[in-house]
């Protein structure tokens, strides 16, 4: 009789679970553990612990544990399976009911709240007992005291690391008591060369999305090694991407309040900006995995410009974005590379469903350029062309004074069909105008 072997698998949880021999972590110790254990299966209340599916999936096969009687179930079944979970469970039939605060008056029940310590995962040595820190997380806290101190905790680099920051300004602070309004939405905004017009569409929809949402956008520079979002938008600071990268190295899962205080750059305008590294410095893709993570969970929209240079921080970019609008022009060269580029994604298993045209600088007159829009969708094999952009006029004079065309002037045909764009891409896109204290007082009409 020929024996099979058979691999133990573990199984790490945040929450205790009913009749399963499960290891309980906390969760920001949780990517430690399973990246030391191969083949490991892990259970995530959803969306509690959403921030930690795209860390996680390439590790493990990850169940998600979510809440049947919400509202919101279908759409979070959706989202999680489109974050890579291996499957959507109902928690009640699957979390202890040591972890659940129940009320006589009540028979729904709700999960314990998690305590998210931001600490360095090396830890200095302790006299605590390995069991005494596992309680911690699957035993309901006994003090509210003790656990109002904890949850205040906050991470602190070792001093040789310690972040770069900017000012604290009030607008900021203002903002912090803003809850994000749910989209969620991750845009990357690429091209096979440059001088394509990238940047400026990337700071275009951030700002649409923006004047749209009323929310938190941000817009994210991943140019290596030569940004140009800083210097569109006059921004002087020594934030950029590297600031991050000491709370990347202790695996903290950092707060709101330091994220939009000391690890992006708020614009007057009312936009968020992280700035790309400096020459001379570089960042791995791990480190962009971490920061898109923590951007998603803040902010309602994440722009992302990024070229080709680095193909390998642009393949993570693309695997989390909602979609990507590959910008190309009338040049069949540009053409020619962007056929090679989609062939690349598709052995890399990126889902090219995901990925749009963008055609810039269409001609507003016929020229002797033989390179229609009837030629571009052949020679892109049908791929899903969302938008044609026209040429602009004067648009480099509004860049050269940190604007831009959308925000100055609306009805300029380049706005008008990069509106039309977005409206395609956000459901229910709509600009929100703003009005006067006395047209909203006697409900004037806008102007």
């Not at 003090?143 to 690391?161: A, Y």
């Amino acid at each position: 009789m020929i024996m099979l072997a058979t691999q133990t698998q573990r199984v790490f949880s945040t929450v205790p679970l009913k009749n399963k021999d499960v290891t309980v972590v906390s969760p920001d110790q949780l990517l430690s553990h399973v990246q030391e254990t191969p083949n490991a299966i892990v259970y995530l209340l959803w969306p509690e612990d959403k921030v930690l599916l795209p860390l996680l999936r390439d590790h493990a096969k990850v169940y998600v544990l979510g809440n049947f009687k919400s509202e919101q179930y279908v759409e979070e079944m959706k989202d999680a399976m489109r974050n890579g979970a291996h499957d959507f469970l109902d928690r009640t039939d699957h979390v202890s009911t040591a972890s659940y605060d129940t009320n006589d008056s009540e028979t729904e029940t709700k999960p314990v709240e998690h305590v998210i310590r931001l600490v360095p995962r090396t830890r200095p040595s302790s006299s605590v007992p390995r069991s005494k820190e596992q309680s911690k997380f699957s035993e309901p806290m006994e003090h509210e005291e003790q656990q109002r101190k904890e949850e205040k905790q906050e991470f602190h680099p070792p001093i040789d690391q310690q972040p770069e920051t900017v000012s604290v300004n009030f607008s900021r602070l203002d903002e912090l008591h803003i809850r994000p309004i749910g989209g969620r939405q991750m845009f990357v905004v690429t091209s096979t060369k440059g001088g394509i017009g990238k940047t400026t569409i990337a700071m275009n929809v951030a700002r649409l999305l923006h004047d749209h949402a009323n929310g938190r956008v941000i817009l994210v520079d991943l140019m290596h090694p030569h940004g140009n979002v800083t210097t569109r938008m006059r921004i002087k600071s020594e934030v950029n991407v590297k600031t991050w990268e000491p709370y990347f190295e202790n695996n903290a899962l950092v707060t709101d309040q330091v994220i939009l205080t000391k690890l992006v750059v708020k614009h007057p305008n009312g936009l968020y900006v992280l700035p790309g590294v400096n020459v001379g410095q570089s960042c791995s893709p791990e480190l962009v995995g971490y920061i898109l993570t923590h951007l998603t969970r803040t902010f309602d929209y994440v722009v992302i410009d990024i070229g080709p240079e680095r193909q390998d921080l642009l393949s993570v970019a693309m695997s989390m974005a909602n979609r990507t609008l590959l910008v190309v022009d009338y040049d069949l060269a540009t053409i020619k590379d962007s056929q090679e580029y989609l062939d690349l994604w598709s052995r890399r298993q990126l889902f090219l469903e995901k990925i749009s045209v963008l055609v810039n600088f269409e001609p507003t007159k016929k020229d002797r350029n033989t390179l229609t829009r009837e030629k571009c969708k052949a020679y892109l094999n049908g791929l899903s062309i969302i938008g044609f952009l026209p040429e602009a006029a004067g648009m480099r004079a509004i860049h050269n004074e940190g604007k831009v065309l959308v925000q100055e002037d609306k009805s300029h045909p380049f706005s008008v069909a990069l509106i039309g764009v977005m409206e395609s891409l956000v459901s229910g896109f709509t600009l929100k105008e703003k009005r006067g204290f006395f047209a909203r007082l006697f409900g004037g009409k806008k102007s």
